[in-house]
């Protein structure tokens, strides 16, 4: 791919935060990265893969400021994208809501000791169909390279147009 290439990306201060315990991959002494920390290309994705409308909801009127009930799931999206790329409390509490909702993913994924590992760990789940867990379990794993956040977020943009096939033909029959 000849693109742009995705980094890590650094909110102002974001070396000074405190990461808990739940958030050290056993045995490294790495913590994960956190959403603000990912750069702000993948929060759409992080957020439209694996979190609700009703999720979104709560957190986007907590931090936004708006009636979500009088917006389209589209404008909650990108409000809630916003909020993440912003930093600060409401990217916490995103990242805090998706660790909770994908924690049994986050520890199948810690164990794995470098790319390799996470990469077949990937492989398996990509297979099956069930990414939203172990897509924001990859992509917030300490060894996870700019490159393969990259070559992940390519597969699950790539089931976008594997979903929209099977639609296509089922339309056709």
Not at 13 to 22: C, L, P, Q, V
Not at 73 to 101: K, M, P, S, T, Y
Not at 135 to 152: F, V
Request: glycine share 8%; hydrophobic share 35%; proline share 2%.
């Amino acid at each position: 791919m000849h693109g742009q290439r995705f980094h890590r990306a650094r909110t102002p201060g974001a070396e000074n935060m405190k990461h808990s315990a739940s958030e050290q991959v056993s045995g490294s002494g790495a913590p994960r990265v956190r959403l603000a920390e990912l750069d702000p290309h993948i929060h759409c994705s992080v957020i439209g893969t694996c979190l609700g409308s009703a999720e979104l909801r709560d957190i986007v009127a907590r931090f936004a400021g708006f009636d979500v009930h009088k917006v389209s799931d589209f404008e909650l999206h990108h409000a809630a994208v916003q909020i993440a790329a912003e930093g600060g409390r409401g990217a916490e509490v995103l990242h805090d809501v998706l660790d909770h909702r994908y924690d049994e993913e986050i520890r199948r994924f810690e164990r794995a000791c470098d790319e390799s590992e996470l990469c077949q760990l990937w492989s398996a789940v990509h297979r099956s169909g069930e990414t939203a867990g172990a897509y924001w379990a990859l992509m917030t794993h300490p060894r996870a390279t700019c490159e393969l956040r990259q070559r992940i977020l390519g597969d699950l943009h790539g089931l976008t147009y594997v979903a929209t096939d099977s639609s296509q033909a089922l339309d056709a029959d």
